[in-house]
């Protein structure tokens, strides 16, 4: 007998799904599986035979085969124990065939018959309301996660017997709980840092256009702290962005709690020493990095220049684009990674405390920032250079706004861009194409003719320029100002430090 279950493989974020296709026949006995799957899913034949029989069903002791279709998709990891089990007892009868409909399972077995969770359960369902799968069944663990994609009917079961039974009518399907929203208590506030009003008012141009910001100073000015609290000034990521945001991070098997989704901004700190796989994502297949689990949220690169050359110039494409593109032989890999890059530096390789007592030569300390190449900082927006405190300076700072009140003006900020670029798909100046831009963001006369000299003393290119007119254009923004007038080009201006230091 010849039945059919569907199911779904994880290829990058997403998951596409899968044909598990069972033919039970008379012959020698024989337990094969074709379509392209790894050790794990050939290992599962083991699992499903005694899964099924410690389930206290009968194990056809015929010829076997398993056909994972498409055939050309690799498929990996024992998310297929569940659905190939199903199908078994489908084609020898101990399964209704019209039970449910049209459904997708997926789901790992124990020898005992337990069905354990898999990673990427809310990638699954999302996957099945694209292809229009009315009815998925998942592990007890992953029912939460999976129930929050509207439009697909969720089904949980702890153990095989209690799948069958359900897919048999023999009991009630219990709707499963609501996902949890894991909520992450963050004690850190804007206001903790003390002085640095110029890279306060920085960080908070920052957030509101969604730019890219690199911190220069001494150790102890307050770097660190700084780009910490850039997640607390962002908006709260809306519905859409929450399921965005816990697909990625349920594939990626990263969810802190089974079923609990995420509604916080990611911040991801990579150490200096991680390789480019780590960062951008790679390995056969490809797997995220680290600037896809930052997607809507914040990227920190502490100590930018130690690390790897070929590292950060791998940063330039998903800068630019918001989406890395890996290629490997068995095909390509598209991740997103729209996120906010936050990068920090000493402005020499010992870390003198100040300019004044550094012990380095001016040749040391420009080759030291030397490192980070000329197309990598066109693509970062706001250079800040953040100088020493001195003691008195230190203890009289006042403590500024607070994380709240910064935060309701990044939102206040973010909706009017909301708005202009409603139409041409573009939420944030950010994120503004080239041509769009010169729609939406026009430039008055005077304000052109600062910038025309300005590319000419500082040496900018075209992308630095571009990226000037945006920031101005969120600092209007922030003033609520119908236009970029020439004092918002002003301001744009003085955040290009390591184009003024190098270029003058």
């Known amino acids: ?6 199911s779904a493989a994880l290829l990058g974020v997403e998951a596409v799904l899968v044909r598990v296709e069972v033919d039970v026949t008379g012959g020698l006995p024989l337990f094969a599986t074709v379509g392209l799957p790894d050790s794990a899913v050939r290992e599962s034949r083991e699992r499903v035979r005694t899964a099924i029989r410690n389930a206290g069903f009968a194990f056809p002791n015929e010829r076997i085969t398993v056909n994972l279709a498409p055939a050309d998709l ?21 399964v209704r065939r019209d039970g449910l409909g049209v459904f997708a399972v997926v789901g790992e077995l124990a020898l005992d018959g337990q069905i354990q969770p898999v990673r990427g359960a809310l990638a699954v369902g999302l996957a099945c309301r694209s292809g229009g799968i009315a009815t998925l069944l998942v592990p007890l663990d992953n ?41 992450v208590v963050d004690d850190t506030d804007l206001a903790d840092v003390r002085g640095q009003a110029h890279a306060k008012r920085a960080l908070e141009i920052a957030a509101a256009g969604g730019h890219n910001v690199l911190l220069v100073g001494p150790p102890g000015t307050g770097k660190t702290m700084l780009a910490r609290r850039l997640a607390a000034v962002l908006p709260p990521l809306s519905r859409d962005e929450i399921l965005e945001v816990s697909s990625i991070w349920s594939v990626a098997g ?76 068995s095909g390509i890999a598209d991740f997103p990674s729209r996120f906010q890059l936050v990068a920090a530096a000493n402005p020499c390789r010992r870390g003198c405390p100040a300019l004044d007592r550094c012990l380095c030569t001016p040749a040391e300390r420009d080759r030291y920032l030397g490192r980070l190449s000329g197309p990598l900082l066109d693509r970062i927006d706001l250079h800040v250079e953040l100088p020493a405190l001195e ?17 309701a003006r990044v939102t206040h900020a973010r909706e009017s861009q909301r708005k202009r670029g409603a139409s041409a798909g573009a939420r944030l100046n950010a994120e503004i194409a080239g041509r769009l831009l010169r729609r939406l963001c026009p430039i008055p006369a005077d ?20 990226r000037i007119v945006r920031v101005a254009r ?9 236009a970029i007038a020439s004092e918002h080009c002003a301001e744009a201006l003085q955040y290009r430090g390591l184009d003024r230091r190098w270029r003058a």
Not at 298 to 314: C, K, R, W
């Open 474 to 482: 969120t600092i209007a923004d922030l003033a609520g100002a119908e």
């Open 143 to 183: 029912a939460a996660e999976a129930h929050a994609v509207d439009g697909v009917r969720v089904l949980a079961a702890g153990t095989l017997r209690d799948a069958v039974a359900l897919l048999n009518g023999e009991t009630p399907a219990v709707a499963p709980p609501a996902p949890e929203i894991e909520r």
């Open 1 to 6: 007998m010849l039945a059919h279950v569907l």
């Open 391 to 407: 003691g008195e300076e230190y203890a009289g700072a006042p403590a500024g706004d607070d994380s709240a009140t910064v935060r």
């Open 74 to 94: 690799r498929k990996e990891g024992a998310a297929f124990d569940l659905p190939i089990a199903l199908g078994i007892l489908t084609a020898i009868g101990s």
């Open 254 to 329: 990263l969810l802190r709690r089974r079923g609990a989704l995420v509604d916080t901004r990611p911040f991801r700190a990579p150490h200096h020493t991680v390789s480019v796989a780590g960062l951008i994502g790679g390995g056969s297949p490809p797997r995220p990095g680290e600037v896809t689990l930052a997607h809507r949220g914040v990227l920190f690169l502490d100590e930018l220049p130690e690390f790897q050359q070929h590292v950060l110039e791998s940063l330039r494409q998903p800068l630019e684009d918001g989406r890395v593109a890996i290629a490997r032989a």
């Open 447 to 466: 304000a052109q003719r600062l910038l025309a000299a300005a590319m000419t003393r500082l040496g900018l290119s075209a992308r630095g320029h571009d």
